[in-house]
């Protein structure tokens, strides 16, 4: 069995919780005001800031979140392995 080492949980739990976001982005119209609420929480995990810097998803007439096809397509790649 392979052992976990700190710095690969980490990274684990980072995209666990980007799968996470993206689905909450991709399940209805989010506004940003929302997901900065909803997900500032946590200051080691800006998911949704890093969602916005690796092109997952952007912003809409600086309020409306939407997910980019990459942001879609790592969202379902996520899905796909979940089945």
């Given at each position: 069995?392979?052992?976990?080492?700190?710095?690969?949980?980490?990274?684990?739990?980072?995209?666990?919780?980007?799968?996470?976001?993206?689905?909450?982005?991709?399940?209805?119209?989010?506004?940003?005001?929302?997901?900065?609420?909803?997900?500032?929480?946590?200051?080691?995990l800006s998911v949704w800031e890093d969602a916005i810097v690796d092109g997952?998803?952007?912003?809409?007439?600086?309020?409306?979140?939407?997910?980019?096809?990459?942001?879609?397509?790592?969202?379902?790649?996520?899905?796909?392995?979940?089945?």
């Amino acid at each position: 069995m392979k052992r976990s080492t700190p710095d690969r949980a980490t990274s684990d739990a980072a995209t666990l919780a980007m799968q996470q976001f993206l689905a909450w982005v991709a399940d209805r119209p989010r506004s940003y005001p929302e997901a900065r609420e909803g997900w500032h929480s946590c200051p080691h995990l800006s998911v949704w800031e890093d969602a916005i810097v690796d092109g997952l998803m952007r912003i809409e007439n600086g309020r409306a979140l939407r997910l980019t096809p990459r942001g879609r397509a790592m969202l379902d790649k996520a899905r796909d392995h979940a089945l």
